[in-house]
Each structure stands twice: as structure tokens, then as C-alpha cells.
């Protein structure tokens, strides 16, 4: 025989899963007192839905939205549906990151089960525990409307259970602790580490990191239950700290959110255009403008970008690359008069996947230098030769730069076989096969770069946009090391560029009229 009860949670349950159209419908036209449940029942429901709208209902509308957060709220609802993630956040400061991953998100996920645990760690206990107080004190406050209790036996701000529910013998809860601290008999469901470093001194020093290191793997991360996900919020003040090392061992288990406070790269996670800020509503670009010119490069790129910046090198400085450095608006103001492909291919066997130097820079009628494009990546044989003619249709370029060190003409004819393939597959516009120039480049590394140091210094060198890895492998080459390989596509196309002994077009002369139009 089928109770009240039973009719009612049944006609629940069909009522949530009408689309929402048709639950505006009904509350339309049901009575005072039954719209009022329903009313209800779509509080529930919204809080169901991620944090960011449980923030909404429990603040009355206070608590701010914003495209960033809709991801973070997104990797919350996949681990609370059941997918087993790392997720790897990167955001500047003041942009809600830690009250919504480390709190709002917490929160959410203990209601949606209630018989998990979470962990929290941070630099500090005192952090730590004040994240933990802030979930406690909602968990008291809103009790009746979350549907979740704390047991009255265990509610310290750094440790606190929550009532088990009628059936169940596991019992929930939160834990929050300092990072480098004991976590003996403590296990997590979802782990969060918000900020694992205090500041640029404590990720400076190199026993420091190692000490994180070696607590994030035989600490934290032993303390996982089966199935479950981590959350890491990091600063990036250094190239080597926690996430610096995760993605170096093993970049396939993380699911990174890199959210810089200006796009920096056409694959933006948020699909925004370069220079685009991150929370406008917030943040305009003229406000990060004065913030980037208060807290100076370094700390811009570490906390605003997410790009730690080591120290300067002995041949680049950075005030030669920032001090001339235009916007992409403006660069359609300039007419070229060469436009170069420069890739610096990986040696030896070629079939490798390694990191491949691909550079696209151009010359105007005075004699300025323009870094156009950073494509440079990890891709085989099979793929490089590809890119770089698609970066050469694209910019129209008269001319590829290759290295002939390594397997004699074997990069000239990876090239031209990807341009015949294309040109045969209709992809080349019409266009001239670009000039390939061989060139000898792995001797006197330091002959052929400092001269085109020399002329960043001059500022006749601009890069146009943000190039983030490219100018870090500059100011941080020292003679003597092996040259990057952006490094080196970039000196070869500025190299090819830049004398104007040979009529402006380089190391040959053209029959076939490619440059027609460019001066």
C-alpha cells in the first residue's frame, strides 16, 4: 500500500525532473500553498546545482558569479557526479579563487555527501583552520536549509564530523591542517591544498620546495580513500614549486584551470581574445595596469599570470623586451617588408616527439624587428614540418629558416614534402612556396645571440603581444648553457632579418617577385 509520504516524494521526484519551462508552468498554476513547497523544492534544487548557486541562495544574490568561477564550479560538480580529477587552479589574488575552492565548494560537496571527507591544507594552520571554521559556522547557521548536520560530539575548527544519516555507519566530515604537518589516521576523500607556499621567499628556497615535495608524496597524497580527487590552488612564485614539479613528473593526471589576470594565449580557457582580463567587473585593464605597474614584472607574471619569471640572465634584460613591446592593434598599422618562419627542429632522431622552436618575426621599411608569433611545441617530424608552413600561409611569409646540423637537408625536405601535401590539399591559397635558407647554427650559439640582444637593447626589437615562454628562455640564458629552442628559432628569423647588407631580402635574392607590395 503506497503512503502519503511516498506519493509525495514521488511527485517530487517527477517535478524535478521537468525541464524548467514546465516547472514555471506549474508553479503558475498551482495553489498558494502548493507553490510554496515547490518553491521550496527549487531552493533545493539551485543549491543542488554547484556552489557557486548554493553561494547565491544562502547569500540572498550577494555572493558574486563570474566565468572563471562557472570552471571551478564545473570541476566541483564532475567530482561530486563521480569522476575521479586533479585539478590544478591557477587564478590571481582577488578573484574569489579560495573562497569559492576552498570554501563555498567544500561546503557543497559535504551536501551532496555528507558521508565523505574533505582535507584542506595551506602554508599555515591558522589558514587552514580559518577555512575550516568558515565551512563549521555555515554548517551551523544553515543547517535546516542544507540538510546536513554537525554531530555535536566533534566540531573544532580544524576537525569536525557530521551527523551520519538514518542507515549509513560512515560518518563525513572535514579536516584542515598546515602544509608540511602530520596528517597520521586522517584520510580524504577530496583533498584541497590552497596555497602551498607563503610568499617568493618560501618558494625561493630550494629546501623549502623540496621539503613540500616530499610532504605533497608520502603525506597528502598517501592520504587519499579510493577514488578520490585533489584540488590544487597554487601562486606560482617559482618554476619548481608544487605545480612546477607535478607537471614536470606528470602533467597527464591534472586537469589544469590556468586563469591569468590578462589572456596571454589563443588557447585561453575561456575563449577570450589576448589582453582580455580575467573579471572585468572586478579588475578592468586599466586597474591591472596600475597593479602590474605597482607590484612590478616579477610579481605581475608570478601572481597576476602565473608565469614565474626567473632571474635575469647575462645576455637579455627584461625592461629591453617590455620596454618595447607593442599591442596586436597596432601592429596592423605596420607594412612588412619580410616576413620569416624560423624553426629550430629536434636533433638526431627526428621521429621523437621533443620540443620544436617555431618563431614567425618581420622587418618594416625602418629597420624595426617584430616577434609575431610563438608556435613553438612538442610535435614529431610528422607534425612540424606542417606548422610551420601553416604559420608561413598565415602570415605570408616570403622565406622558412631551418637548421641543416642535424641529418643533412632532411629539415628543408620535411619542409617542402608539408608544403606539397598542403598545396596538393588545396591549404596554400595560392601562394609561393616560402624561400627555404639553411643555416649552421650550433656553433657559436653566443655570436649569433648577442648581437641580436644588442639590438633589443637599441629597441629595435618589439614583440607584439605577450610571448610568456619565449621571453622567459631569453633573460634566463646564460653562454655556455645549451640554447633553448624558441630561443633559437627566434634568433634565426632575427638573425635573417636583420642585416641590411643584402637589399632587405636577407641571405638570397628572389626572381619571382614575392616581395612585390612590401615596400
Given at each position: 500500500?503506497?503512503?502519503?509520504?511516498d506519493?509525495q516524494a514521488?511527485?517530487?521526484?517527477r517535478?524535478?525532473s521537468?525541464p524548467?519551462?514546465?516547472?514555471?508552468?506549474?508553479?503558475?498554476r498551482?495553489?498558494?500553498?502548493t507553490r510554496a513547497k515547490l518553491a521550496?523544492?527549487?531552493r533545493q534544487m539551485?543549491m543542488d546545482r554547484?556552489?557557486?548557486?548554493?553561494a547565491a541562495?544562502?547569500?540572498?544574490?550577494?555572493?558574486?558569479?563570474?566565468?572563471h568561477?562557472?570552471?571551478i564550479?564545473?570541476?566541483f560538480?564532475?567530482?561530486?557526479?563521480?569522476?575521479r580529477?586533479q585539478v590544478?587552479l591557477?587564478?590571481?589574488?582577488?578573484?574569489?579563487?579560495s573562497?569559492?575552492?576552498?570554501?563555498?565548494g567544500?561546503l557543497?560537496y559535504l551536501?551532496?555527501h555528507?558521508e565523505?571527507r574533505v582535507?584542506i591544507?595551506?602554508y599555515?594552520?591558522?589558514?587552514a583552520?580559518?577555512h575550516?571554521?568558515?565551512?563549521?559556522?555555515?554548517?551551523?547557521e544553515?543547517?535546516?536549509?542544507l540538510?546536513?548536520?554537525?554531530?555535536p560530539a566533534s566540531?573544532?575548527?580544524?576537525?569536525?564530523?557530521?551527523?551520519?544519516?538514518?542507515g549509513?555507519s560512515v560518518?563525513?566530515g572535514m579536516?584542515?591542517a598546515?602544509?608540511g604537518?602530520?596528517l597520521?589516521g586522517?584520510g580524504?576523500?577530496?583533498?584541497?591544498i590552497?596555497?602551498?607556499?607563503?610568499g617568493?621567499d618560501d618558494?625561493a628556497s630550494?629546501?623549502q620546495?623540496?621539503r613540500?615535495w616530499?610532504?605533497?608524496?608520502?603525506?597528502?597524497f598517501t592520504?587519499r580513500?579510493?577514488?578520490?580527487s585533489?584540488?590544487?590552488?597554487?601562486?606560482r612564485w617559482?618554476e619548481d614549486?608544487l605545480?612546477?614539479?607535478l607537471?614536470a613528473?606528470e602533467?597527464?593526471?591534472w586537469l589544469?584551470?590556468?586563469?591569468p589576470?590578462?589572456?596571454d594565449?589563443?588557447?585561453?580557457p575561456?575563449?577570450?581574445?589576448i589582453?582580455?582580463?580575467l573579471w572585468?567587473?572586478?579588475?578592468d585593464a586599466?586597474e591591472?595596469?596600475?597593479?602590474r605597474?605597482s607590484?612590478?614584472?616579477r610579481?605581475?607574471y608570478?601572481?597576476?599570470?602565473q608565469?614565474p619569471?626567473p632571474?635575469?640572465?647575462?645576455?637579455?634584460?627584461?625592461?629591453?623586451?617590455t620596454?618595447?613591446?607593442?599591442k596586436p592593434?597596432a601592429?596592423?598599422?605596420?607594412?612588412p617588408?619580410r616576413?620569416?618562419?624560423?624553426?629550430d627542429?629536434?636533433g638526431g632522431?627526428?621521429?621523437?616527439?621533443d620540443?620544436v622552436?617555431?618563431v614567425?618575426?618581420?622587418r618594416?621599411s625602418?629597420?624595426d624587428l617584430y616577434?609575431l608569433d610563438?608556435?613553438?611545441?612538442t610535435?614529431?617530424?610528422d607534425?612540424?614540418g606542417?606548422?610551420v608552413?601553416?604559420l608561413?600561409i598565415?602570415?605570408q611569409a616570403?622565406a622558412i629558416?631551418?637548421?641543416?646540423?642535424?641529418?643533412g637537408?632532411?629539415a628543408a625536405q620535411?619542409?617542402?614534402?608539408a608544403?606539397?601535401?598542403?598545396?596538393?590539399?588545396?591549404?596554400?591559397?595560392?601562394?609561393?612556396m616560402?624561400?627555404i635558407?639553411?643555416?649552421?647554427?650550433?656553433?657559436?650559439?653566443r655570436?649569433?645571440a648577442?648581437?641580436?640582444?644588442?639590438?633589443?637593447?637599441?629597441?629595435?626589437?618589439?614583440h607584439v603581444?605577450e610571448?610568456?615562454?619565449?621571453?622567459?628562455?631569453m633573460?634566463?640564458w646564460?653562454p655556455?648553457?645549451d640554447s633553448?629552442?624558441?630561443?633559437?628559432?627566434?634568433?634565426h628569423?632575427?638573425?635573417?632579418?636583420?642585416?641590411?647588407?643584402q637589399e632587405?631580402?636577407?641571405s638570397?635574392?628572389?626572381s619571382?617577385q614575392?616581395l612585390?607590395?612590401r615596400?
Open positions: 500500500m503506497t503512503t502519503a509520504p506519493r514521488s511527485l517530487e521526484a517535478y524535478r521537468l524548467a519551462d514546465q516547472r514555471r508552468r506549474v508553479i503558475t498551482a495553489r498558494p500553498e521550496r523544492i527549487e539551485a554547484s556552489p557557486g548557486a548554493l541562495v544562502l547569500t540572498e544574490g550577494r555572493e558574486k558569479q563570474a566565468a568561477l562557472d570552471m564550479d564545473s570541476a560538480r564532475r567530482i561530486a557526479a563521480g569522476e580529477l590544478m591557477t587564478c590571481p589574488p582577488r578573484h574569489g579563487k573562497q569559492r575552492a576552498s570554501r563555498w567544500p557543497w551536501r551532496r555528507p565523505h582535507m591544507a595551506c599555515g594552520a591558522d589558514l583552520d580559518d575550516g571554521r568558515w565551512v563549521r559556522d555555515q554548517l551551523k544553515y543547517s535546516p536549509t540538510g546536513i548536520k554537525l554531530h566540531h573544532a575548527a580544524n576537525r569536525f564530523d557530521l551527523e551520519q544519516r538514518r549509513s560518518r563525513g579536516v584542515t598546515g602544509v604537518g602530520a597520521n586522517k580524504f576523500n577530496l583533498g584541497i590552497d596555497d602551498p607556499f607563503k617568493h618558494a630550494p629546501a620546495r623540496e613540500i616530499e610532504w605533497y608524496r608520502s603525506v597528502f592520504r580513500a579510493p577514488g578520490a585533489l584540488i590544487l590552488i597554487n601562486t617559482h614549486d605545480s612546477g614539479r607537471l613528473h602533467p597527464h593526471r589544469q584551470i590556468d586563469l589576470a590578462l589572456a594565449s589563443t588557447e585561453d575561456l575563449h577570450r581574445p589582453g582580455e582580463p572585468p567587473d572586478q579588475y586599466a591591472l595596469a596600475d597593479i605597474e607590484v612590478g614584472e610579481v605581475w608570478a601572481l597576476y599570470q608565469k619569471r632571474l635575469e640572465g647575462g645576455v637579455w634584460k627584461w625592461a629591453w623586451i620596454g618595447h613591446r607593442i592593434e601592429w596592423r598599422g605596420v607594412t617588408t616576413v620569416i618562419v624560423a624553426v627542429h629536434a632522431d627526428t621521429l621523437r616527439n620540443e622552436g617555431l614567425c618575426a618581420a618594416d625602418e629597420g616577434v610563438d608556435r613553438s611545441r610535435m614529431g617530424a607534425a612540424w606542417t606548422e608552413c601553416k608561413a598565415d602570415r616570403d629558416v631551418v637548421e641543416k646540423n642535424f641529418g637537408d632532411m620535411v619542409v617542402r614534402q608544403w606539397s601535401e598542403m598545396q596538393r590539399d588545396g591549404e596554400t591559397n595560392g601562394l609561393l616560402p624561400s635558407i639553411e643555416v649552421h647554427a650550433k656553433q657559436g650559439k655570436l649569433r648577442e648581437p641580436i640582444a644588442q639590438l633589443y637593447k637599441q629597441g629595435k626589437v618589439h603581444g610571448h610568456v615562454e619565449l621571453e622567459g628562455q633573460v634566463t646564460i655556455g648553457m633553448p629552442d624558441r630561443m633559437d628559432a627566434a634568433v628569423a632575427l638573425t635573417e632579418l636583420a642585416d641590411p647588407a632587405a631580402l636577407g638570397q635574392h628572389y619571382d614575392r612585390r607590395g615596400r
